[in-house]
């Protein structure tokens, strides 16, 4: 069952968002997501959190500026996934541009997993470095960096993910870290290594290492930040829309790495229309496909090349990658759903499965397609070593997944071999001939967290538009704003009668809505079933391009009968 809601919004707020100038509707939207105050929409540089306020940042900036000083060896030890891609890329360039003696190592998910683990410092200690430096893992590695330390490496963590009951003992950074006053917890992995560099580059200043100079313009970065932390999915609270948005200005004006743009071209789309959306579900899958089926270097190396024919080679590379993912996916999609036919999915509060040829690089992106489906949370595991499964998890609003996680293995111990992640999504390892006691522990566990009604989806939207509101300079307006993760992307709904309709490319309505005397150009995706003459919908306004044209379309995400 389903319900459509109007977003609720303060009125006052919206008046002084129109008397600062804001158009009447989209004081109305940003009043919905929070905003109450014009300077909390400013993208300035200026506005962002100080670095100062990290703990520990000013400590590891020294730590890295002494390093630099007695010509260490660096070596970053990177995720396997967008963020981690790009928060490598940011530490490398930096870096460099500071004069220091780097290289970097990404595990392969397939032979070592994730994180820090002593496999991967063994393999580390092989390129004979001074100081390892996590980005976007290291928090949980508390194994890893003892063996580090047996070995007489020293380790910087810089991660973003919530810490468990026991720290590492190392340096970290990391704003979810306990006593750390970063007014935001929502920084991504890329975020928290940018302002790493932020921090390195101030004590470098001080210690006169730019001569009359005042050293690179980390600026510059800010388009790796930008995608990292959009395909990463973390909450885009101020101090990220600020970094998102100065991201897109640099891809908007082509001044992005040779990758990015080449990524861009490689999707057929248009850097100069550079969009959330874009950074989200184009460019994000295509980076994240080399992590998935092969190795995150190849997509380290696009995001780290200056020539701009090696990165389009590259780029190719890796869109071939995200196609052989999409065809991996589709297959396990209608396994999961066979699998599913067989069981009641409204009488589960979570939805675990299993299947021993399954992918372990897709498991995650068919967990967040189950969870979509049914609006439940859902785990999806595929083979790992032997004897053990890999899981990946996604959540709905109401239910954290890692503190679910954690609920779990304190009431059923040695169920859970090691967990990790944060509220909508979490990875896990558990033994294969546990699997059907982790099933039932799981629905056990989401049964205690949630209510009946927390399973009932409910589409927010931002109301219903007037007929004059149908206007693709609305559409394209809302396009080049930051919208995303806790600052959803603006939704309406409405009643349409259903003009025309056909399927196109086998999967696919193209319709012609009436709605106010207007008839609209609509697309519903992954759906070839006609629809009733009359429907109530919720959708999205959009700019759609074809051979040179640009025109209105409406991107319908749900439809009930009217």
Not at 363 to 387: M, N, Q, Y
Request: proline content about 4%; aromatic content about 6%; hydrophobic content about 45%.
């Amino acid at each position: 069952m389903s319900t459509i809601r109007t977003r609720p919004y303060q009125s006052t707020h919206v008046e002084q968002l129109v008397s600062s100038g804001l158009p009447p509707l989209f004081a109305r939207l940003y009043a919905a997501r929070g905003v109450s105050h014009p300077g909390d929409l400013e993208t300035g540089l200026d506005k962002l959190i100080p670095f100062h306020q990290l703990k520990n940042v000013e400590a590891a900036a020294s730590r890295l500026a002494d390093a630099i000083a007695h010509r260490e060896r660096l070596l970053i030890v990177a995720d396997y996934d967008s963020d981690g891609a790009t928060a490598c890329a940011v530490a490398m360039r930096a870096l460099n541009a500071m004069g220091a003696t780097v290289d970097f190592i990404v595990p392969n998910r397939f032979e070592y997993g994730y994180g820090l683990t002593p496999e991967i410092v063994e393999l580390a200690a092989q390129r004979q470095p001074d100081l390892l430096i996590t980005v976007d893992n290291g928090i949980a590695s508390v194994d890893g960096i003892q063996a580090a330390k047996t070995l007489g490496i020293d380790v910087l963590v810089t991660d973003h993910h919530l810490p468990g009951d026991t720290l590492p003992e190392a340096l970290i950074v990391n704003p979810n870290q306990p006593d750390c006053p970063f007014p935001s917890k929502s920084l991504a992995g890329v975020g928290v290594i940018f302002y790493v560099m932020l921090a390195l580059r101030a004590e470098l200043r001080q210690r006169g290492a730019f001569g009359d100079g005042s050293g690179p313009n980390l600026g510059n970065l800010l388009d790796l930040v930008a995608l990292g932390t959009v395909a990463d999915v973390v909450k885009l609270d101020h101090n990220n829309r600020i970094l998102v948005s100065q991201g897109l200005a640099r891809m908007r004006a082509g001044r992005a790495v040779p990758g990015i743009l080449s990524l861009f071209r490689i999707a057929g789309r248009q850097f100069a229309q550079a969009s959330c959306f874009d950074l989200g579900f184009t460019l994000g899958p295509r980076l994240n496909a080399a992590g998935r089926l092969d190795d995150m270097s190849l997509g380290i190396a696009c995001l780290l090349t200056d020539n701009v024919d090696h990165a389009l080679a590259l780029a190719s590379e890796l869109d071939r990658l995200n196609r052989e993912r999409r065809n991996i996916e589709s297959g396990m999609q209608e396994e999961a759903l066979a699998i599913l036919d067989g069981l009641n999915a409204d009488d589960r509060y979570a939805i675990s499965l299993y299947r021993n040829d399954w992918h372990q690089g897709v498991i995650g992106i068919l967990a967040s397609r189950v969870k979509d489906r049914f609006h439940r949370p859902t785990i999806v595991f595929a083979p790992g070593h032997e004897g053990e499964i890999k899981g990946s998890g996604r959540s709905i609003g109401p239910l954290h997944l890692r503190d679910a996680l954690d609920l779990l293995s304190k009431r059923y111990p040695n169920l859970i071999l090691k967990f990790g992640g944060h509220a909508a999504a979490a990875g896990l390892t558990i033994r294969e001939c546990d699997f059907e006691h982790f099933k039932q522990a799981f629905d056990d566990v989401a049964r205690s967290l949630l209510h009946a009604d927390d399973l009932a989806r409910e589409f927010l939207t931002d109301g219903e538009l007037s007929a004059r509101e149908f206007s693709l300079d609305i559409a394209a307006n809302l396009n080049r704003h930051v919208w995303g993760q806790g600052f959803p992307q603006p939704a309406f709904h409405g009643e349409f009668h259903v003009a025309n309709q056909r399927v196109v490319a086998d999967r696919h309505l193209k319709l012609k809505l009436a709605n106010q005397g207007q008839v609209l150009d609509a697309m519903l995706f992954n759906h070839a079933t006609p629809l009733p003459e009359r429907v109530r919908a919720v959708y999205r306004l959009s700019a759609n391009e074809y051979n040179g044209n640009t025109t209105l379309q409406l991107i319908l995400e749900h439809w009930e009968t009217a």
